[in-house]
């Protein structure tokens, strides 16, 4: 059983689409997307720098994007799951027929200026806590006053909060934690901070149509399938103010029977914690058109 998943904000460096889209079609896809959202997609994917790309509002839909043509050079495949870390659900709900591309483009958008208009409001940011147990570090956490706002799962937590909290972090670690890496985010985003962006994406899904999933939808909030459109609309707006359960969705993917899973574009974070949690799951990152091949084997053998 294959699971098609997509990444979260992070995982986009600077060119990382310049091989995507010598693709047939897929400058033309590009740039019907970039008209429909008022954004250069092809410009960020190519030229801009680390900085330009790690603003939330471009980061976002570059990300979808990326998911969208990397999912689609692919070829026609049937996954018998998807899902997606952070505005990577929005990308799996355009695999999963919930949204189609523009629609999931749109939505991003509106995303992406929402988050970044409400981390503007106070400094805050993200860190990844590798290494100790959850229930010790979620703890420490807390009396920081800090949020586990990414349960990933095979070690890893993300803490989110201010600037200030997150230097206490530094200094004072959970037991067991190896080691605190800053994100490269603008944000503390899936906490209370992201409250108004969570009001102005209602309004911006009450204009879409969702379709139910024609396959199975996992869902960052509790790893739960999701079978109505309507609700994984629901929640893609509650997500962005609510903690990723990642780790419950490998939970899920193992209750489906998951043999492989492939990462779409930007490809490589979600496969490293698979590879630690999801022992004897052939995984595969789609970094460069070079891993499609490589991919279409694995989709014969398990989809």
């Known amino acids: 059983m294959l699971v098609l998943v997509a990444p979260g904000q992070g ?56 998911g969208l043509l990397s999912a689609a050079a692919l070829g026609d495949i049937v996954p018998g799951a998807v899902a997606g870390h952070s505005v990577g659900e929005i990308t799996a709900a355009a695999y999963a027929g919930v949204l189609d591309d523009t629609a999931a483009l749109t939505l991003v958008r509106r995303r992406g200026l929402a988050m970044a208009e409400a981390a ?65 985010v603008a944000g503390a985003f899936h906490t209370h901070h992201m409250g108004p962006a969570v009001e102005k994406l209602a309004e911006a899904a009450k204009e879409l149509v969702p379709a139910d999933p024609t396959v199975a939808y996992v869902s960052n909030k509790d790893g739960r399938t999701v079978t109505t459109g309507i609700e994984v609309l629901e929640r893609l707006v509650g997500q962005v103010a609510n903690p990723v359960r ?58």
């Open 120 to 184: 503007a409001i106070t400094e805050t940011g993200m860190s990844a806590l590798l290494g100790g147990d959850p229930e010790v570090s979620v703890a420490h956490l807390e009396k920081l006053g800090l949020t586990p706002a990414n349960m990933n799962g095979a070690g890893q937590i993300v803490a989110a909060g201010t600037m200030e909290q997150l230097a206490a972090l530094n200094e004072d670690k959970p037991e067991g934690v190896r080691k605190v890496v800053p994100l490269k």
């Open 246 to 303: 990642w780790d419950l969705c490998m939970e899920t993917f193992k209750e489906l029977g998951v043999t492989a899973l492939i990462e779409a574009c930007p490809g490589g974070t979600l496969t490293g914690l698979a590879k630690r949690a999801l022992p004897g799951v052939k995984t595969l990152a789609l970094k460069t058109p070079d891993d499609l091949d490589a991919a279409r084997e694995l989709v014969a053998e398990h989809a």
């Open 11 to 66: 995982a986009q460096t600077p060119g990382f689409l310049t091989p995507w889209l010598e693709l047939p079609g897929a400058a033309d896809r590009l740039g019907a997307w970039s008209d429909a959202i008022g954004l250069d997609l092809a410009h960020y994917g190519t030229q801009a720098d680390a900085d330009a790309i790690r603003d939330t509002a471009v980061a976002q839909p570059l990300l979808v994007a990326a």
